[in-house]
C-alpha cells in the first residue's frame, strides 16, 4: 500500500507560482513512477507532469517552460513547480504512484485569478 498527501495549494494572482507537495508514504519502494494530474470543473483528469524512478520527465504541452516536477527521495516527496501561471491552470490537482498499482492522493485545489 502507498498513501499519498499532496499539499502547497491555493489561490493566486495570474502570472504567480505555486509549489505543490506529494508525500508518500507506506510501500515506496515499490512506485516506478509518479506523477500529477489535473481536473478541472466538468473535465476528465488530465495529465500534468510525470517522474519516472530514474528521473525521467515528461510534461503536458500546455505546461512546458512553466512547469518543472522533482522529487526529493530521501523526503519521500515530490514537487510541482508552477510558474507563470494561468487561469486555466485552475483545477484539482492529484498526485499519482504507480508500482504494481495505481495509487492516487485526494487533491489540492489551485485557483488561479484573472
Known amino acids: 500500500q502507498v498513501q499519498l498527501v499532496e499539499s502547497g495549494g491555493g489561490l493566486v494572482q495570474a502570472g504567480g507560482s505555486l509549489r505543490l507537495s506529494c508525500a508518500a508514504s507506506g510501500s515506496i519502494f515499490s512506485i516506478n513512477f509518479m506523477g500529477w494530474y489535473r481536473q478541472a470543473p466538468g473535465k476528465q483528469r488530465d495529465l500534468v507532469a510525470t517522474?519516472?524512478?530514474?528521473?525521467?520527465?515528461n510534461y503536458a504541452d500546455s505546461v512546458k517552460g512553466r512547469f518543472t516536477i522533482s522529487r526529493d527521495s530521501a523526503k519521500n516527496t515530490m514537487y510541482l513547480q508552477m510558474n507563470s501561471l494561468k487561469p486555466e491552470d485552475t483545477a484539482v490537482y492529484y498526485c499519482?504512484?504507480?508500482?504494481?498499482?495505481?495509487?492516487w492522493g485526494r487533491g489540492t485545489q489551485v485557483t488561479v485569478s484573472s
Open positions: 517522474i519516472t524512478s530514474g528521473g525521467v520527465t
Open positions: 499519482r504512484a504507480v508500482s504494481r498499482y495505481n495509487y
